[in-house]
Each structure stands twice: as structure tokens, then as C-alpha cells.
């Protein structure tokens, strides 16, 4: 199997890595430290844009840091995906925290998590953009092997 270590990674292959996410100023959002390694087919849609383009040309063995904006990443965060809300309307109102994630019904029939970012006495207002959505995300990127 010495040709693997001598491959690169393209699109379709599947890898299994390790990784660290942090925001820029080095807080970790993310990591597989303590975990499997991530397993994910290069291309397919499995991990955001920039996480698959910042594994492409990587040899088993190798690692790289790489900045993903908010468009390679979750995407902006979108003001109409927010809302406030009358507390007495959410089931179980009076047991809210903030940052819990709530499961919401559209009028469509699908479903949409949130977040909960504020509460007051009267209102709660709920996030349904994904919590790191605008945000540009700081990855190092171990490419262990292909799977």
C-alpha cells in the first residue's frame, strides 16, 4: 500500500481526518480530538465547501490550515431567520435556557431547529440560522488516510 501515502486526495475519494475548528480568536467551536477521526467522501456534500476543497492535494500524513469564510462555510446569517416570539406560546416557556435548541413546525409541515437567543419576561426570540453561520471558521486538517 505504498502508493497510498504517495496519492493526493481528489474529489470522490473518501479520507478519514482529524481536525480543530476555532474561531479567530483561537476559541475551539469544533474537534475530533477525543473522537473517531471524521470519515466523509471528498465532493459529495458531507462537510461544508471549505472543509472538502482544504483536503484536496493532501497525502496521508500531511496537514494543513486553512480559513473558510461564512460563504465556503454555514453561510450568512440571515436577519429574516430570526424571530421573537410571544413566551407563552412556546410548550414548556417557563423551562427555556438560553442556547438550547428548540424543534419548531412550519406552516409548510416541515420542521426547523432553533436556537434560543434571548428571553425576557414577555418574548423569547428564536435563531433558525445555524450557529455558525457568518462566521469565517479556522480549521487544521490532518489527512490520516484514505478510508
Known amino acids: 500500500m505504498s502508493d497510498q501515502k504517495d496519492r493526493t486526495v481528489v474529489d470522490g475519494d473518501q479520507v478519514r481526518v482529524n481536525y480543530i475548528g476555532r474561531f479567530a480568536d483561537g476559541s475551539v467551536f469544533d474537534s475530533s480530538e477525543g ?3 471524521l470519515e466523509f467522501t471528498v465532493g459529495a456534500g458531507q462537510v461544508i465547501a471549505g472543509f472538502d476543497q482544504a483536503v484536496i ?3 496521508p500524513g500531511e496537514s494543513r490550515k486553512v480559513v473558510v469564510s461564512h460563504e465556503d462555510g454555514y453561510g450568512a446569517h440571515l436577519p429574516e431567520m430570526v424571530a421573537e ?9 417557563d423551562k427555556l435556557v438560553l442556547g438550547s435548541m428548540l424543534e419548531v413546525s412550519l406552516e409548510d409541515g416541515q420542521s426547523l ?8 419576561d414577555d418574548s423569547v426570540v428564536l435563531d433558525g440560522n445555524h450557529p455558525l453561520a457568518g462566521k469565517e471558521l479556522h480549521f487544521e486538517i490532518a489527512l490520516l488516510e484514505f478510508a
Not at 416570539?85 to 416557556?93: K, S, W
Not at 431547529?113 to 425576557?120: H, L
Request: glycine share 4%; aromatic share 0%.
Open 35 to 37: 473522537h473517531e477521526p
Open 57 to 59: 492535494g493532501l497525502r
Open 85 to 93: 416570539v410571544e413566551r407563552h406560546l412556546i410548550p414548556d416557556h
Open 113 to 120: 431547529e432553533v436556537q434560543v437567543v434571548e428571553i425576557s
